[in-house]
């Protein structure tokens, strides 16, 4: 790694503090098939998907499509998965993220004066240590944004139990706390609305199909993705309800 990639704060906090590998270049992008995969589903599957998942298992969005963490390995799994399922291919909207992929680093959410993660370690010291520097902190947090402007996050997505739906008119610097799912309007740019937990261990959290190598509390893979593939399937029944008869019958 060159110095001048390593002063970068951001590629600090994911590398030196989180141990997540990540390519060279601007935008910054992390690499995927090494501590975990990607399931990418539209934004309108994941408040059932998020159900499926731990408390603490990352979850990442950008415009309406909505990134899942999971398990190493288990992009290589899905198609197997997905027929072992009685599913057959690949539902439409569901893409699979792993060996050879990455996806956008969204900025680390910025760290709470009040509160401490329970595995707070180098992750946070490399945050703090870049509190002064242009775009690090420039993340916006759940109840940062103010008149004339927006935060970004997922279109169209009604908010799901346990989300984090602050007053628009709450005052005050970042928090700390996941953005909410929900309308808050898009930038184009990849958020968290679960953000890793500095110094844990992201494995424990993800979904796999066995625990071993995944933690023994680890979220069933299997059930996932049979919620995300009928949730896939519904919506694309949905929209094509939706459509004038003549439309649809152009669409067969």
């Not at 704060?9 to 992390?30: C, H, I, N, Q, S």
Request: with cysteine.
């Amino acid at each position: 790694m060159t110095p001048r990639l390593h002063q970068d704060p951001v590629r600090r906090w994911y590398e030196d503090g989180l141990g997540w590998p990540t390519a060279p270049g601007d935008p910054l992008r992390l690499v995927l098939g090494v501590r975990f995969d990607v399931l990418e589903v539209p934004a309108e599957v994941a408040p059932a998907a998020l159900r499926r998942l731990a408390p603490g298992s990352p979850v990442a969005a950008r415009d309406d499509r909505v990134q899942l963490l999971v398990a190493a390995g288990s992009a290589e799994e899905l198609p197997a998965l997905l027929e072992w399922l009685e599913w057959g291919a690949l539902p439409p909207g569901l893409v699979a993220l792993g060996p050879g992929a990455s996806m956008e680093a969204p900025l680390p959410p910025e760290p709470s004066p009040r509160a401490q993660s329970p595995c707070s370690g180098a992750a946070s010291r490399v945050l703090a240590a870049g509190a002064g520097s242009p775009g690090l902190m420039g993340a916006p947090s759940a109840g940062s944004a103010g008149p004339g402007r927006t935060r970004p996050g997922v279109v169209g997505v009604p908010p799901f139990p346990g989300a984090v739906v602050p007053s628009p008119r709450v005052p005050g610097s970042g928090t700390g706390r996941p953005l909410p799912l929900g309308r808050l309007g898009s930038q184009g740019a990849a958020v968290w609305l679960r953000p890793p937990e500095p110094g844990c261990e992201v494995e424990t959290s993800l979904p796999t199909l066995s625990a071993l190598g995944g933690g023994a509390g680890a979220p069933d893979l299997a059930r996932l993705v049979d919620t995300v593939a009928a949730q896939c399937h519904r919506a694309r029944l949905r929209r094509a309800g939706a459509q004038p008869p003549a439309s649809r019958a152009r669409g067969r």
